[in-house]
């Protein structure tokens, strides 16, 4: 049995927490083999302190498992028409276990090769990719990754939405364990909005604009209206690149996807990975850029990329008697 650490939260160990969350995606119709890649996936984010994009975001697979948006028992196809170019069709599966299915070709292709790309197609939404870049730095590899999803995000002030927030991370190997930033390109991320609107509270200015795309502070006006970029016409170039790149390999543009939170089909959106040898120019790189961060830490207090790596999870008690009662 988990500890209590207050009355507000349940502190789980991570073997715990992984076994916990494993039972609930196979008793939501999930094959062992998807279960263990998707709660890796969430432990990691949890680990990270990540609650969003990890234990809560979970519970968006076990309803997609059980409504059929996501098939619980996906077999990736994986193809290769280029030494450096990688392929896999997700079977309407999850994007963690369809890289899975990729993961130890693809990186040692990169590591051969200087540099490989992945692309995962007819997937369900990718959650932390964060998790992605780390475990490719986590091999010595430089990362890069970025994906779509249904629309929710206006792009260059449309009145409506037009792309998915199209997250995007980047990591480095670093002595100390991989730098990554994981981020939006929308000004915030779709679930703090949702989360404001269940609380019944205000969101900041410049997230979301109304149906009619006028600005506005009221977080259920944003959900039925659409979220605004970073950075405005800079933050829809971003996105609109990212989505480029991650429907590459044949996944639905965002404005094609069904939402990834009714019906039954699955948003078959996609996901791009690209992955280069730290060592393909420089034999010292890697050396380098760890003394370039300790001098940004030490002469300007920067902190670029430094994650937090838990041993214990503290879950809010809510979510944990949730995520007992899936499993």
Aim: hydrophobic share 45%.
């Amino acid at each position: 049995m988990p500890e209590t650490s207050d009355s507000t939260t349940a502190s789980l160990p991570i073997t715990e927490l992984r076994d916990l969350c494993v039972s609930a995606i196979t008793a939501s119709g999930g094959s062992p083999a998807l279960a263990q890649s998707l709660a890796e996936a969430t432990v990691a984010a949890e680990r990270r302190g990540k609650t969003q994009v990890g234990t809560a975001h979970l519970f968006d697979y076990l309803d997609g498992l059980e409504a059929g948006r996501i098939n619980g028992h996906a077999q990736p196809q994986v193809t290769n028409r280029l030494p450096a170019a990688h392929h896999v069709d997700a079977d309407r599966g999850t994007a963690q276990f369809a890289f899975d299915a990729a993961f130890e070709d693809f990186a040692a292709s990169a590591a051969r090769l200087g540099i490989s790309i992945l692309n995962i197609a007819n997937a369900f939404t990718a959650g932390e990719l964060g998790y992605f870049t780390t475990r490719l730095a986590e091999r010595r590899l430089v990362a890069l990754a970025g994906a779509n999803s249904p629309a929710l995000m206006s792009l260059f002030g449309s009145p409506g939405s037009t792309t998915g927030t199209n997250p995007f991370s980047f990591a480095v190997p670093h002595a100390d364990g991989p730098r990554m930033f994981d981020q939006a390109a929308s000004a915030t991320a779709w679930v703090n909005v949702r989360d404001a609107a269940e609380r019944g509270e205000a969101i900041p200015e410049g997230w979301a604009q109304d149906p009619d795309g006028a600005a506005t502070v009221d977080a259920e006006a944003a959900l039925a209206g659409s979220l605004l970029p970073f950075g405005g016409i800079k933050g829809s170039n971003v996105a609109l690149m990212v989505e480029l790149l991650a429907v590459h390999g044949g996944g639905r543009f965002s404005l094609d996807a069904p939402a990834f939170d009714s019906e039954q089909e699955s948003p078959g959106t996609g996901l791009f990975v690209i992955a280069i040898a730290a060592d393909a120019f420089d034999p010292d790189y890697s050396d380098r850029v760890g003394e370039h961060l300790e001098r940004l830490h030490t002469q300007f207090g920067i902190d670029f990329g430094r994650k937090r790596n838990l041993k214990t999870i503290e879950l809010p008690r809510e979510l944990h008697s949730a995520l007992l009662s899936r499993a």
